[in-house]
């Protein structure tokens, strides 16, 4: 017999997390665990990455919908975070519980998984500081978060990059988070493409298709779908998204777009008609990035993928992922899941 339970975290950023929409010193998050009650060696836990603010399930009934999920876990609601979670304590579970989800080259330490370089907005002095800790570090895939300061501020960082290194030197991703307006998109997309950019991640906000699919045909930037993925389950609605936008990209956050399954038929989807894609992490602990990395493994990803965010908190959990300059590795380690559910019951992230 399956049993399920789950335990309220909240992580704490080392610095507030900025972006267009909203200010981030806390993220709440829940740790389940699975057990098999007709054998204590099976067990597995995984993380329901809810993200307050942006997760199409936020709301007060959440936690009585985990409650639900916890109690049936063969049943699960439609509900993103949560199949994700569950998804991955099944996959632990069916591993031993050693947070060894997958069986790829990257699990066992034969690969990496090359990352970008996360810089989140800031006034213009500290944004500068934190993309030269980036190039320090070795990135050479560096993604900004922009809409949160004057634009003429975000050009003039971009300047400065690109004085001292060219488009294949430094690779430079931007997000805007849905801060363009509409009327003004094109103009500012203008702007930003004599910086060389290889993509811009949702120029505007989400559910404006037509005028969104007007953008990408006429965007000297590509553009990359995030926020517009979240919500949507039937393939019938993935393929109006992606045949009426016509998008270079879409962007991947299992935790926030269905889980695993559906971010493998947004693939399918998306390499059907060319567009391209990588993963990225929505502020999930440890738990949640190692299940993302080991999933997108299977993949064996050519472009930088957005695995680099096990360092933001305080605290987090100890999980097998190693970063080595913009290189992300699968230590041969071992990580008893269950003694990771114990630290998690010490409440030691709050």
């Known amino acids: 017999m399956l049993t399920a339970e789950y335990r309220h975290i909240v992580l704490r950023f080392k610095e507030t997390a900025i972006t267009s929409r909203s200010k981030m010193e806390v993220k709440d998050s829940y740790v389940i665990l699975l057990r098999d009650t007709d054998n204590p060696e099976r067990y597995g836990i995984g993380e329901c990455a809810l993200f307050r603010g942006l997760s199409a399930e936020d709301s007060e009934d959440y936690e009585r919908l985990l409650k639900q999920a916890c109690s049936h876990p063969l049943d699960l609601p439609p509900v993103s975070s949560i199949r994700f979670g569950f998804e991955s304590a099944f996959a632990d579970m069916n591993k031993g519980g050693r947070q060894r989800l997958e069986e790829t080259p990257f699990t066992v330490g034969e690969t990496s998984i090359t990352i970008n370089g996360l810089v989140w907005m800031g006034d213009k002095t500290t944004m500068r500081k934190r993309i030269a800790q980036k190039l320090d570090q070795g990135f050479r895939c560096i993604k900004l978060k922009i809409?949160?300061?004057?634009?003429?501020?975000?050009?003039?960082?971009?300047?400065?990059?690109?004085?001292?290194?060219?488009?294949?030197?430094?690779?430079?991703?931007?997000?805007?988070?849905?801060?363009?307006?509409?009327?003004?998109?094109?103009?500012k997309l203008d702007r930003l493409a004599k910086f060389e950019i290889h993509s811009i991640e949702q120029p505007i906000k989400p559910s404006q298709w037509e005028k969104l699919a007007r953008i990408c045909e006429q965007s000297p930037i590509p553009i990359a779908l995030d926020e517009e993925l979240i919500g949507y389950n039937s393939d019938s609605t993935k393929i109006s998204i992606l045949d009426t936008i016509r998008p270079s990209y879409v962007i991947l956050k299992p935790s926030l777009c269905g889980g695993f399954k559906e971010a493998d038929r947004w693939i399918a989807l998306s390499e059907e008609r060319g567009i391209g894609w990588w993963a990225t992490s929505a502020l999930e602990s440890n738990i949640g990035l190692n299940a993302i990395a080991q999933w997108v493994s299977k993949y064996n990803p050519s472009l930088p993928q957005g695995l680099g965010t096990g360092g933001l908190y305080l605290h987090n959990f100890h999980c097998p992922l190693i970063l080595e300059g913009d290189r992300l590795f699968c230590s041969n380690e071992e990580t008893d899941s269950l003694a990771l559910w114990g630290t998690a019951q010490k409440s030691i992230y709050g």
């Open 147 to 187: 809409g949160g300061i004057k634009f003429d501020d975000e050009i003039e960082l971009l300047k400065e990059i690109r004085q001292n290194f060219s488009s294949t030197e430094i690779e430079l991703r931007l997000d805007a988070n849905g801060a363009f307006d509409s009327e003004h998109a094109s103009e």
